[in-house]
């Protein structure tokens, strides 16, 4: 019997081209003033401010045609220390199956 050999696919790396925004549907908290506009404030249940979701679960500074977050600049700075490629990016990227490689 003829062995046929393994060869293991690294994974793609994640680059703007190919993000599938998978952070946009977590609940990001509002820990610092960064400038984010009131009409995308929610409140939380413990009186938290958080960023507004839509109904469908995003969140609601995100542009759902490019998927690309139109308040880049004055985003939550929990949006600014979520690494684009690191292991927590990873892991929401496998939990979602609407990710596209």
């Known amino acids: 019997m003829k062995t046929i050999p393994h060869t293991q696919i ?3 790396a994640v680059t703007c081209s190919t993000c599938a925004a998978c952070c946009c549907q977590l609940e990001v908290m509002l820990i610092t003033d960064t ?3 009131e009409r995308f ?6 009186g938290g401010e958080v960023m ?3 109904d469908d679960g995003w969140c609601a500074a ?3 045609n490019s998927m690309m ?3 880049y600049e004055k985003r939550p700075l929990i949006c600014r220390e979520f690494e684009m490629g ?4 990873i892991d929401e990227r ?3 199956t609407t990710a596209y490689r």
């Open 69 to 71: 977050c139109t308040i």
């Open 35 to 37: 400038g984010v506009p």
């Open 52 to 54: 507004l979701r839509l």
């Open 10 to 12: 690294a994974e793609t």
């Open 62 to 64: 995100l542009d759902r």
């Open 41 to 46: 404030i929610d409140t939380d249940d413990w």
């Open 86 to 89: 690191a292991p927590e990016c």
């Open 94 to 96: 496998q939990g979602i």
